[in-house]
């Protein structure tokens, strides 16, 4: 069924809506052409002179953007989904494209195809793309081709470059090394600088934190394309890989793995096409009857699966959807205290940064704070967060999630007391440790309220040996005793390496693909949410600071849902938890009570629901 665009169509189905958001990626030719249609010989690794390519007026492969059109056909990837040494209409998308376009009865002019791939994308490119094109364009069905896992995206100046096995390459050879970042005046100033990320990026990465990065990305695609109903099929290229590797590092990644929606993300791989000795006009990429036997094994696959599931409930890594199992699995973060203690109920006075010794810290046999979890008790409300949700330094009852709770239970005509609020935050979390803990989470247990504080964006996660550790502003500064175990001190060089080649504007990126993952998760979910982030004011100067594209993304962040609002901003300012440093318990209540405030509509609009 083609998706509705009541807002962007007239009567007789005409499209009146602007065309799509111009090409600002990594191609500096492209870049300097956009407003008018150009053709090329030679493109990317292809200089065989033996192909045309066409770039229309936006900067992207193929004919001009069709308003008229009735239906939309939107295109996105690397190399394999822009052709490479390939006439355009013999990549797989196309190919696919034109098989559901004759399915449906629809003549060539009814249909228009743009293709937004990119030669050399990383995944983070590719999820980009997708977010900001669908949402100007609305298409009636999206192809995306993801990338291999170990691309990654590094940041100079506003300027993305595409890190990966090339890269590596490159900085082996030192003439390619001195002509790296400048193949034009403007990117030639930037040439120190790309190489020290370059070479920090080469010396920081590791495949796990690779395959991570891509789960993240191909997800947050997922969730908004079923938010938005937008009919949508996917490959990627070492799947298999990707899987294994992130299955590797803890049970949350695990758990991230089964969340890869099967009849979204096919386990198809080009490269393993027949056949094998087929190749495009570069001598290097399939040929085209490799993209003609890839796109007849998508095409299907997808007549067998009728292209999407109801997004509202489907079928999620060949498991039952969201609430189907009511059992939590236990703590897996990074503090070695609670991952020692799980399976039994303690408390301690004294924990993480709080050694006052006035609070008490209870923690439960799964290893999260607060009383044990009971299933069978309702509503059940899920916190998600770092410190202010955790609540350092005050009792389990005063932050703010914790009041917020209280307030909506009454609100909803729930018994507060008998409320099940577990709190997953954790101390110094990041917005990726967020999002990838509340993803896990609300699949596994479908919970009534959802409560996220989200985090600082200079912080991260790191994949490191066996768990994913947290990264901060600390990390450079941290004084490393003498007596500090052997495997912590490799944690801490592995995260400050990180932090040689990872900008505030990539930082900036990580946290807002972070925050729009949670947003379209539990919209496709339809999970009742209120959240708040600190730090948002950080946030737009250091999407400012980047490339056109991050302003696209930020503007798709739903205001309503994720509040501009921090406790830290509450008065009395100068009025401290028990650690000295963060908020007291009357600071977190007047928070949660002006959060529930500017929630009530939400609130409203649950009751009926939630009972």
Not at 208 to 223: E, G, N, P, W, Y
Not at 274 to 285: K, V
Not at 391 to 417: C, K, V
Not at 545 to 559: E, I, K, M, Y
């Amino acid at each position: 069924m083609a998706t509705e665009r009541s807002d962007d169509r007239t009567e007789d189905g005409a499209v009146t809506r602007a065309g799509p958001r111009q090409y600002c990626g990594a191609d500096p030719t492209r870049r300097r052409r956009v407003g008018r249609a150009h053709e090329v010989r030679i493109h990317d690794c292809d200089t065989s002179g033996l192909l045309t390519y066409r770039f229309n007026e936006h900067g992207y492969r193929g004919a001009s953007f069709a308003p008229a059109a009735r239906r939309r056909i939107c295109i996105f990837g690397e190399e394999h989904a822009i052709g490479v040494g390939l006439p355009e209409a013999a990549s797989w998308p196309h190919l696919v494209a034109d098989a559901w376009r004759r399915s449906q009865g629809w003549a060539a002019e009814d249909v228009c195809v743009l293709n937004f791939a990119e030669s050399g994308a990383s995944n983070r490119t590719i999820a980009g793309e997708v977010l900001a094109q669908c949402e100007r364009l609305h298409p009636d069905l999206v192809l995306v081709h993801f990338a291999d896992h170990t691309r990654a995206e590094i940041m100079a100046g506003d300027r993305p470059l595409t890190a990966g096995p090339r890269l590596i390459a490159a900085l082996r050879d030192r003439r390619a090394a001195r002509e790296l970042g400048a193949v034009t005046p403007e990117q030639r100033g930037l040439r120190s600088d790309l190489l020290r990320r370059a070479r920090a990026w080469v010396a920081s990465r590791h495949d796990v934190q690779d395959a991570l990065a891509s789960q993240r990305d191909i997800l947050q695609v997922q969730f908004y394309l079923r938010a938005r109903g937008i009919q949508a099929v996917a490959v990627c290229n070492r799947l298999a890989d990707l899987r294994e590797l992130s299955s590797s590092c803890g049970d949350s990644a695990r758990n991230g793995v089964d969340l890869l929606d099967a009849s979204f993300l096919l386990d198809v791989d080009i490269r393993a096409a027949a056949p094998s000795a087929d190749l495009a006009a570069d001598g290097m990429h399939p040929g085209p009857r490799r993209h003609a036997a890839f796109a007849a094994s998508v095409w299907d696959r997808l007549q067998r699966s009728g292209i999407v599931p109801d997004s509202s409930v489907g079928v999620v890594g060949g498991t039952a959807g969201a609430g189907s199992v009511l059992a939590l699995p236990s703590y897996d973060g990074d503090s070695r205290v609670r991952l020692l203690r799980v399976g039994g109920a303690w408390h301690t006075d004294r924990f993480g940064a709080d050694q006052s010794g006035r609070c008490n810290y209870r923690f439960n046999t799964l290893g999260y704070r607060g009383r044990e979890y009971d299933p069978r008790s309702r509503p059940r409300i899920f916190v998600f967060g770092e410190s202010n949700a955790f609540g350092t330094g005050l009792d389990e009852t005063a932050p703010w999630p914790m009041q917020y709770a209280r307030l909506w239970s009454e609100a909803t005509g729930h018994d507060p007391e008998g409320a099940m609020v577990v709190n997953f935050a954790e101390a110094g979390g990041s917005n990726e440790m967020i999002a990838r803990t509340l993803l896990t989470r609300c699949t596994q247990v479908r919970p009534d309220l959802v409560l996220v504080d989200f985090a600082s964006l200079l912080r991260s996660e790191l994949p490191f040996r066996d768990h994913v550790a947290r990264v901060g502003p600390w990390l450079a500064t941290a004084d490393v005793p003498p007596s500090t175990p052997a495997d912590r001190r490799d944690a801490i060089e592995a995260g400050r390496r990180w932090l040689q080649h990872h900008c505030v504007v990539s930082r900036a990126h990580r946290s807002l693909q972070a925050i729009l993952t949670v947003q379209y998760f539990l919209r496709a979910r339809r999970l009742p949410a209120a959240a708040c982030i600190e730090g948002w004011d950080k946030l737009v100067d250091a999407v400012g600071d980047g490339p056109p594209s991050l302003a696209a993304l930020l503007a798709l962040v739903d205001r309503d849902l994720v509040q501009d609002a921090s406790v830290f901003r509450v008065e009395p300012i100068g009025e401290a938890a028990a650690d000295g440093v963060h908020c007291s318990a009357r600071r977190h209540r007047t928070f949660a009570r002006t959060l529930f405030e500017a929630r009530s509509a939400a609130v409203r609009a649950t009751q009926i629901e939630t009972r």
